[in-house]
Each structure stands twice: as structure tokens, then as C-alpha cells.
T-cell receptor, first 109, second 113 residues
Framework: GEDVEQSLFLSVREGDSSVINCTYT??????LYWYKQEPGAGLQLLTY?????DMKQDQRLTVLLNKKDKHLSLRIADTQTGDSAIYFC?????????FGKGTTLSVSS | NAGVTQTPKFRILKIGQSMTLQCTQD?????MYWYRQDPGMGLKLIYY???????DKGEVPNGYNVSRSTTEDFPLRLELAAPSQTSVYFC????????????FGQGTRLTVV
């Protein structure tokens, strides 16, 4: 079945780059997503990538996809304290989204 | 611009009580979902619906029921609350299409004591 794995915590200093990694198991996934959850709030879509792409850049965000290894990463350049949140990787499985456990990003000044 | 609205925001239930978590969306989305979020466990899909009158089980449906009589509303019913159902519940919706974004409600924090 589908399973999405992420490391649980990442701590960086303000101004550094953050890289959050994710592995997924369903090779038929056509879209992969990154969602952000701030404390006490729901999830908001940050970005997504189609499975025939290797990379997608959107301002400070860079998504890399290695389809052979089923590995997805999210790089946040010039990380700010406002980036502190939980980041979820998700893959589309049929009509539903399957989420990873989430990576808590802590940014210190 | 309401989006996805969940009520209530917080609720404490006693073991064995029942309740309905409400979810409504005003975006005319066909697809709606209920997830539960437990610390360190990510989001688990409880039930989903691809349109009015159609519902299907997700990964963790036991102890829950849903209905979808209209496009807008997707209530989640707990019949006999158990401590294991203490969680944060999120409703989400999205339109049809491959790359479409799912929109989430603010969540309902439920405690069963």
C-alpha cells in the first residue's frame, strides 16, 4: 500500500537553507505535494510537482523529485522564523491524498 | 470567502456519547475528506466522498460514519465515543482534476474522557 515517510524534526538558523526530505512508495503517483501547517491551523498547500518533472522552483522554494528512488525534497532558501511550522509531504492515491507524518521545522534567530 | 468551515472548534465528550462534526464548503467542490491528526502520526484518512450521495472508507473508518446529502455538507458522526478518538479532525475539499489543491478547514479538537 501507499506509505509516505518523513523525518520528524529539523532545526536551522535564520538565513540558512532548510531541506526537508520525503520518500513515497506508490510509483503511480502523478502529483506530489508539500503542505504547511502553522500552530492551531489547518494545512495550506505550499507547492506541488507533477511526476514527469525533476525540479520546480517557486520563489524561495525548490522541489526536487527523484522518481527512480521515490524521493521528494523541499528546499527553503533564506529560512525565516515565520517558516517555523510542520511540513507535510503528500502523494495523490486515487481520489485521496496520503500524507506523511510531517516534519517540524524550527527556525532560531 | 468562507472556504471550508468546521464546527465546533473544540469539544469534550464523555465515553459512550455521540456527536456530529460539521463540515461545509462553499466552493462547489465535488471531493470532500475527513482526516484525523494525532501527534507524530500525520494525517490519517477516515472517509471521503467524490460527490453527493457517494461516500467511501479511508484508512481508519472504524467508529465513524459519514453522509453526503448535498455537495456543500459532509458531516462526520461518532456514535459511541472512545478515548482512542481523541484527536484533531480536519475536513478538506477539492475540485475534480489531477493537480488541484485541497482546501482544509481549521480543525475540530475533540477530547473523549
Amino acid at each position: 500500500g501507499e506509505d509516505v515517510e518523513q523525518s520528524l524534526f529539523l532545526s536551522v538558523r535564520e538565513g540558512d537553507s532548510s531541506v526537508i526530505n520525503c520518500t513515497y512508495t506508490d510509483s503511480s503517483s502523478t502529483y506530489l505535494y508539500w503542505y504547511k501547517q502553522e500552530p492551531g491551523a489547518g494545512l495550506q498547500l505550499l507547492t506541488y510537482i507533477f511526476s514527469n518533472m525533476d525540479m520546480k522552483q517557486d520563489q524561495r522554494l525548490t522541489v526536487l523529485l527523484n522518481k527512480k528512488d521515490k524521493h521528494l525534497s523541499l528546499r527553503i532558501a533564506d529560512t525565516q522564523t515565520g517558516d517555523s511550522a510542520i511540513y507535510f509531504c503528500a502523494e495523490k492515491a486515487g481520489t485521496a491524498l496520503i500524507f506523511g507524518k510531517g516534519t517540524t521545522l524550527s527556525v532560531s534567530s | 470567502n468562507a472556504g471550508v468551515t468546521q464546527t465546533p472548534k473544540f469539544r469534550i465528550l464523555k465515553i459512550g456519547q455521540s456527536m456530529t462534526l460539521q463540515c461545509t464548503q462553499d466552493m462547489n467542490h465535488n471531493y470532500m475528506y475527513w482526516y484525523r491528526q494525532d501527534p507524530g502520526m500525520g494525517l490519517k484518512l477516515i472517509y471521503y466522498s467524490v460527490g453527493a450521495g457517494i461516500t467511501d472508507k479511508g484508512e481508519v473508518p472504524n467508529g465513524y460514519n459519514v453522509s453526503r446529502s448535498t455537495t456543500e455538507d459532509f458531516p462526520l458522526r461518532l456514535e459511541l465515543a472512545a478515548p482512542s478518538q481523541t484527536s484533531v479532525y480536519f475536513c478538506a475539499s477539492r475540485p475534480e482534476g489531477m493537480s488541484t489543491e485541497a482546501f482544509f478547514g481549521q480543525g475540530t479538537r475533540l477530547t473523549v474522557v
